[in-house]
């Protein structure tokens, strides 16, 4: 007899593709119409190729999931996929390759860094950017062409720093943080700083480095610990975040670490693998969740790729629904900017997304500890 999770994740499924099909109108004709295109850039190559890669990945389940229920208006959907290697001269190129191919929208990009550099040229075009991952402020409450699934950094490292100022962990910190990603991270930092200030926490260093560029690891671990501070803040990429860790902890096994939202993929684990046990890590997403559509979805996404999606792959998987959705719903000479501002809300695989007049949102943050090689939910 099948167990009562594998016959809920195949009704999930099933639930999935009929969501699909009722967003999904069937037109009479002997030629098939030609496909819909839309875009995904973000960076498969590189330090933070995870997140681009299991962006990559769920977009393209989104789409496959909406061909195998019928399409857009019995339309296929043809998904174009550019690497922006994290470079802005070339994720300007590549979203401009894209919509001289005839993209409606576009998926990505996965970092703020390169949301900055591309957004002129979407708004130029009124091409819609709908972004899995990028929450700078930088881009909060503006009238543009770019929308996301991910809260603002001013949510999320408030959040983070109350939580710790709450339990009392770390009073003194010293920060290391990314200046390749900076509208992302000194976006982040500052949110973090006036919110752990203000509660009586002290910033006693902050440091940056350029994510691949001279600096070692080990001179910044000591440059950290020299301050005398009772724990350490990194804002950085998986990559960066695990190699710093065990550098620190190869100099001080207890003193504490937590770090931001951006860090929280499986690499930060597979990398860091003792040196990042007992760090304190922020979640846009519970791995944990039962939701009938996140099991589903989850089932599909390690069917199809053999690996987890991470928060990358959630949030994306959302993105390219929301912009699937939002082209099934479209009225006559309505732009899809406008379909998504009518629209009330649309269904993510965990919780509800509901944009504002400016394209943001509000979503659920946990804080989780690394235990046992596990992402374990703490608040």
């Known amino acids: 007899m099948q167990s009562s999770r594998t016959t809920g994740v195949k ?6 593709l009929s969501f699909f099909l009722l967003n999904s109108v069937v037109l009479p004709g002997c030629a098939p119409p030609a496909p819909i295109r839309i875009g995904f850039v973000g960076g498969t190559s590189g330090r933070v190729a995870d997140l681009g890669i299991a962006g990559r990945d769920a977009v393209l389940l989104a789409v496959e999931l909406r061909n ?22 070339v994720a300007q190129r590549a979203v401009r390759a894209l919509i001289d191919q005839g993209v409606v929208a576009i998926v990505g ?8 550099a591309v957004l002129p040229i979407a708004n130029e075009a009124r091409v819609l950017l709908v972004s899995p991952t990028v929450s700078t402020d930088d881009l909060t409450g503006l009238d543009d062409y770019f929308f996301r699934v991910i809260a603002p950094t001013l949510d999320n490292a408030s959040r983070v720093a109350r939580y710790h100022l709450s339990h009392g962990a770390t009073r003194r910190l010293a920060v290391a943080y990314d200046l390749s990603n900076k509208s992302y991270t000194e976006s982040w930092l500052n949110h973090f700083r006036a919110t752990y200030v203000q509660g009586g926490g002290e910033i006693v260093k902050v440091l940056g480095f350029e994510s691949g560029g001279e600096t070692t690891f080990l001179q910044l671990a000591e440059d950290l610990l020299a301050t005398q501070a009772d724990g350490v803040l990194i804002v950085a990429n998986s990559m960066d975040t695990a190699l710093l860790c ?5 100099l001080d096994r207890r003193l504490p670490i937590l770090t931001s939202e951006w860090a929280a993929t499986e690499r930060l684990i597979e990398l860091g693998g003792k040196a990042v046990e007992g760090v304190i890590v922020a979640q846009n997403f519970d791995r944990n969740s039962t939701a009938p559509r996140y099991r589903a979805f989850y089932q599909a996404y390690r069917d199809r790729f053999h690996r987890e999606p991470g928060f990358g792959g959630v949030n994306a998987f959302d993105a390219a629904n929301v912009v699937l ?17 009518a ?6 695989v965990q919780e509800p997304i509901l944009f504002n007049e400016f394209g943001d949102v509000k979503r659920s943050l946990r804080i989780t500890v690394v235990r046992d090689g596990q992402f374990v939910v703490i608040e």
């Open 109 to 116: 990009p996965m970092t703020s860094a390169m949301a900055i």
């Open 68 to 89: 195998r229920a019928g399409g857009v208006a019995g339309r296929k959907v043809e998904l174009l996929i550019r690497d922006d290697e994290q470079n802005p001269e």
């Open 246 to 250: 065990q550098q620190i902890h190869k």
């Open 325 to 341: 959705d939002a082209l099934a719903r479209r009225q006559d000479r309505q732009s899809l900017k406008e379909t998504l501002l």
């Open 343 to 348: 629209t009330p809300r649309f269904e993510g």
């Open 11 to 16: 009704l999930g499924i099933i639930a999935l």
